[in-house]
């Protein structure tokens, strides 16, 4: 990129959730490159699963742009969301990141986030991969949506990802984060249609 690029105004139209009139400068900037390098492209690797779950479940009642102000914090708190570290956290472990104001010091999200890797490690003991089986609720391809007024909270895709992840032992996943999950991780494509950002590649199908 040159510098005349560097200078040129960015005019290219994304979702309307990146409103640049609404941010400070700062904010704006980590918001779009969210959008446009993380949000809605597939990942399906279990470790980088297993954060974006936890993330997710901490954004509960929360701005996202919350989350992602303190992300490098709560991978450093996290130790990078190693599931089998994470699993083996102790009462030690919750009072330090009770005591980290560089994360979301709820007590309930933070015993959430170890349940969840311990539930994650039993999967993986089992012989059951936490991406494949999360994958597997992802829906059949379908046009992105018109506007972001079209895009829906909750699916039943993501209602029958909730309640397996329940079954399993996971917390603070309901249907509503696990559709923001579903999103975030490119399971299903809810750009909008006149956002810049490219279509991902198909995703595979539903869960039989």
């Known amino acids: 990129m040159t510098a005349t690029d560097e200078a040129r105004p960015d005019t290219r139209v994304r979702c309307a959730w990146i409103d640049e009139s609404r941010l400070a400068p700062a904010d704006f900037v980590l918001y779009r490159d969210y959008h446009d390098d993380e949000w809605g492209r597939p990942l399906r690797d279990s470790a980088a699963l297993f954060e974006r779950i936890s993330l997710e479940a901490f954004q509960s009642g929360l701005s996202w742009l919350v989350i992602l102000r303190k992300r490098e914090n709560f991978r450093r708190a996290f130790h990078g969301f190693d599931i089998e570290r994470v699993a083996r956290y102790t009462e030690r ?73 329940k079954r399993r032992g996971f917390r603070f996943v309901g249907p509503t984060t696990a559709y923001a999950l579903m999103q975030a991780t490119g399971m299903v494509d809810d750009h909008t249609a006149d956002c810049w950002v490219p279509a991902a590649p198909t995703a595979p199908g539903r869960r039989p």
């Open 93 to 165: 472990d919750i009072t330090r990141l009770m005591a980290d104001a560089g994360i979301v010091r709820n007590r309930a999200k933070i015993e959430a986030t170890i349940a969840n890797a311990r539930a994650a490690a039993d999967m993986s003991d089992s012989g059951v991969d936490l991406g494949e089986l999360l994958w597997s609720f992802s829906p059949p391809p379908r046009p992105r949506p018109a506007g972001f007024t079209d895009v829906p909270a909750v699916t039943p895709e993501s209602t029958a990802m909730a309640k397996e992840l």
